[in-house]
């Protein structure tokens, strides 16, 4: 069983402004899953932002490449979302999750039913 834990969120940040979200893995082999960034909106589905395979080959949403980055650190167990030139339509909760399924695009990985494990969320605020 794997727990994650994200952090960096709460508090409000403004527009324009940079923040780097964590995923802390626990109670599993981090090294064997493939982790994504999810958010999701009030009133709206839950969408893929990144995901970083094993391999750490990365994908990311077009809505957010070249603001967003997603990476991992193995032997910290924990993976990263980097986001830069926030906008206030960025906030919205955002989660990790883990999948040990394997995929070649960004479209495997954005179906919700792969994963195996959640977060609870981090809430981000993006002020105009």
């Known amino acids: 069983q794997v727990q994650l834990v994200e952090s960096g969120g709460g508090g409000l940040v403004q527009a324009g402004g940079s923040l780097r979200l964590s995923c802390a893995a626990s109670g599993g082999t981090f090294s064997m899953y493939h982790m994504g960034w999810f958010r999701q909106a009030p009133s709206k589905e839950r969408e893929l932002l990144g995901v970083?395979?094993?391999?750490?080959?990365?994908y990311h949403s077009n809505s957010v490449k070249g603001r967003f980055t997603i990476s991992r650190d193995n032997a910290k167990n924990t993976v990263y979302l980097q986001m830069n030139s926030l906008k206030p339509e960025d906030t919205a909760k955002y989660y990790c999750?883990?999948?040990?399924?394997?995929?070649?695009?960004?479209?495997?990985?954005?179906?919700?039913?792969?994963?195996?494990?959640w977060g609870q969320g981090t809430q981000v605020a993006v002020s105009s």
């Open positions: 970083v395979r094993r391999s750490v080959i990365t």
């Open positions: 999750a883990a999948t040990s399924r394997y995929g070649s695009s960004f479209n495997f990985y954005a179906d919700r039913s792969l994963y195996d494990y």
